[in-house]
């Protein structure tokens, strides 16, 4: 009788307490993670408060409630750009409010491109210089095709204009196309089996830690920056793209080794847009003048302590290859 | 000639009776009687029944008196005292207390004097009111580390001290009453990367603290002195459990949040009923804080729901809260919810629940 009443009371604990969780801990897994009732937990059918049928009006603060300051519902704070999944520390991408990298160029830049050196993370977060601006209008920089007047439209994006809530396979849940008016191009990024969202040994130009990310992140971003994307083939350092404000650019297609070296320190070197930026906030700070005063695209208007969600302090990030 | 008058004849004498002679006893009475100028022998009846009117009047205005003090101190709504008619009258809007940023956490001492607000934005310290909302000053950690960031608050019953988790350190912090930091509260054996984040304290005095740490979600209690006594939970099971409380009958109230759902267990972690994700009455969508008053209702917020679910624990004796009813409504007007996160009760019948998005705690009371 003893027997079968520990037997009741186990299988009691296996179906009060038994329930299959996420990967990621979210609920934000494609098919895996859409129970039947999980709709409900943002979502009503005919009494929805904000669009898209949300059972609130701000879909940045449904965001936030897991992943916002305290984050509680998450390892992930966006806010404060910090992680707390195994040892707490910085974001790949920054925070909106405030971030925890390492922007001295002394301490960021360890290691040769080709190398193994990652970049170091601060033990505390500071407040972040510069952002993608959520739920406030902003300029869409580079936007159009080469060639458009003007350096980019306005526009307002929200967290899910880059971020599918659902969950669509992609890494970090990217929208293969961001959500924003006038992004076009479909990029995959495949999902990585390991998730490493912190910065340890992340900014190095040959990171292998996820490859088809850095291989497709620049295709990714340029969808909405769309005249920022150069190509190396082009040596787009030395040749005009025609665009009145985006003339001559850096490469940033990833796609391989120059075909003209220019004072790089290694002809490995693959430069996306996240080796020198990251995506969400930078607590980096345009400290020197030179810096301060470069202006923004298609203006004289000096962008002073914006600091153009850079990972290094002023233009340190030029030094991580061009050791000059 | 008159005819004589005639007379009326006369009306025969009445027979003289005899009193019947008086008893004995009557007789020495009659002996005994006190002297004129005395009281009358039946007034002495009278006097004392006065005596214990007035005696009764007089307990009586003590007893208003003794209760209009203890009313003036703890304020407890009349409406406790009819527990039936409590479960049937719901809870309504007081106030707001303002001052804290994105508030996410809340606790608040017995007599509702002190109410603790973690807030995520702003200075993302722990800022203290008082019952009427002024601001008496913050909870500061015990080192500049800018990583500090508190997510609930909790009062050690016993001594009243302020129990504050944050979740970044790895850490529970302590206050006395007065606001000053006291010591940290650290597991005896310790714990890999820590992540403290609901807790409660049992009626043993024992600390029951969600832990969403590696490799896996889990609720633990501890003894006083930091010594693991259980865990609830292994690999699978809980998904950021977020809020815990204990109610007077030792009964645990867990929300597995991401789980969207709340667990009730016994005093020893044994799972007892749960209540789960829906749309429902009483269902939930995205639980994180949850308290118990002392009338045995249950609160539970529904972040996602914008609201704060109300249960009767042990309903018949029932282990399965039985829902009575949503507190507010989504929106920024008094009674209106946007995010709320947590709920602490006192045991004046009042509610205090974290309005995070309205940058507000809102009291509630019956």
Redo the contacts between chains.
């Keep these: 009788m003893r027997r079968l009443a520990l037997l009741l ?1 186990g299988a ?2 296996w ?8 990967a990621d ?3 934000h897994h494609a098919g895996a993670g859409a129970t039947p ?2 709709c ?3 979502h ?1 059918a005919h009494t929805g ?1 904000g669009a898209n049928l949300l ?4 879909e940045t ?2 965001c936030t ?2 992943h ?3 984050s ?4 992930e704070n966006v806010m ?1 750009g ?1 992680a ?5 520390g910085a974001l790949r991408g920054g925070g909106f409010t405030d971030a ?1 990298l390492d922007v001295t160029l002394a301490n960021s830049v360890s290691g040769n491109p080709g190398g193994t050196a990652g970049i170091a993370v601060l ?4 407040a972040s210089n510069s952002k993608h601006l959520v739920d406030t209008s902003g300029t869409l920089w580079g936007n159009g095709a080469l060639g458009t007047t003007g350096a980019g439209g306005a526009v307002t994006i929200t967290c899910t204009s880059c971020h599918d809530p659902h969950g669509n396979g992609n890494y970090r849940i990217l929208r293969s196309t961001p959500n924003v008016t006038g992004a076009s191009g479909i990029v995959t990024i495949a999902d990585a089996a390991t998730h490493t969202y912190t910065t340890t040994d992340y900014w190095h130009p040959e990171d292998t830690n996820d490859a088809a990310y850095i291989a497709n992140v620049s295709a990714w971003c340029s969808t909405c920056h769309t005249r920022y994307l150069a190509a190396s083939g082009l040596i787009p350092e030395r040749t005009t793209s025609t665009d009145a404000i985006f003339t001559y650019r850096h490469r940033t297609d990833g796609a391989g080794g120059p075909t003209d070296n220019l004072s790089y320190q290694s002809p490995q070197f693959t430069p996306t847009c996240v080796q020198c930026h990251v995506a969400h906030g930078s607590n980096a700070a345009n400290v020197g003048p030179n810096s301060q005063a470069v202006p923004w695209p298609g203006t004289t208007t000096a962008r002073a302590t914006d600091s153009s969600l850079l990972r290094i302090n002023d233009r340190g990030v030029c030094q991580k290859c061009h050791k000059r | 000639m008159d005819e004589p008058t005639l007379l009326p004849e006369p009306i025969p004498a009445a027979p003289v009776v005899e009193p019947p002679a008086p008893p004995d006893h009557a007789v020495e009475a009659a002996t005994d009687a006190k002297p004129q100028g005395e009281p009358e022998p039946e007034e002495e009846p009278h006097r004392r029944r006065r005596k214990l009117v007035l005696l009764l009047l007089l307990i009586l205005i003590a007893l208003v008196g003794l209760f209009g003090l203890w009313y003036a101190i703890y304020r407890k709504p009349a409406s406790e005292f009819l527990p039936t008619l409590t479960q049937q009258i719901p809870p309504h809007y007081l106030y707001s207390i303002y001052g804290a940023t ?1 508030p ?2 809340v606790a608040v001492t017995p007599d509702g004097s002190r109410v603790y607000v ?1 807030e ?2 702003g200075t ?1 310290l722990v800022k203290v009111f008082d019952a009427k909302g002024a601001q008496l000053g913050v909870l500061k950690p015990p080192n500049d ?3 500090h ?1 508190p ?1 609930y608050a909790s009062i050690d019953p016993q001594t009243l001290e302020v129990y504050v988790t944050d ?2 350190t790895g850490s529970i912090y302590i206050y006395d009453a007065s606001g000053k930091f006291v010591r940290s509260y650290t597991p005896a054996d310790p714990i890999k ?1 820590w ?1 403290p ?1 609901g807790m409660a304290f049992a009626p043993d005095g024992s600390l029951w603290v969600t832990d ?1 740490s ?1 490799p896996f ?1 889990r609720v633990e209690q501890f003894d006083r002195q930091g010594a693991l006594l259980r865990t ?3 690999a ?5 459990p ?1 809020g815990v409380a204990v109610s007077a009958a030792g009964d645990l109230y867990v929300t ?6 709340l ?1 009730v267990m016994d005093g020893q972690g ?2 007892l ?2 209540i ?4 429902g009455e009483g ?1 939930l ?2 639980p ?1 804080g949850v308290a118990v008053d002392d009338a045995g209702r249950l609160y539970v917020v529904d ?4 609201t704060v679910h109300r249960y009767l624990t042990r309903p018949d004796g029932k282990p399965e809260p039985k829902f009575l009813d949503d507190l507010g409504s ?1 929106g920024a007007g008094d009674g209106q919810f ?2 709320p ?1 947590d709920v602490a009760v006192d045991t004046r019948g009042h509610v205090f629940i974290a309005d ?2 309205n940058n507000r705690v809102q009291v509630w009371g019956y």
């Design positions: 009371a009691a604990v179906l009060l307490l038994a329930v299959p969780v996420f801990n979210g609920p009732d999980s409900a937990g943002c009503r408060v059972n609130q009006s701000s603060a449904l409630s897991c916002g300051d305290t509680t519902g998450s390892s404060g910090v707390y999944n195994g040892t707490t925890a033990g505390t977060a500071l | 994105q996410v956490g973690s995520s934005g993302s580390n800018k990583m960031q997510v979740r970044p990367n992540q984040i969403v590696d979600h609830i939970g292994t699978g099971q809980l998904n950021f977020n597995d949040s991401n789980n969207g759902r667990l044994r799972p009923a749960s789960g994700r829906g749309t269902m969508g995205l994180r972040t996602t729901g914008q989504p946007q995010y996160n995070r998005e």
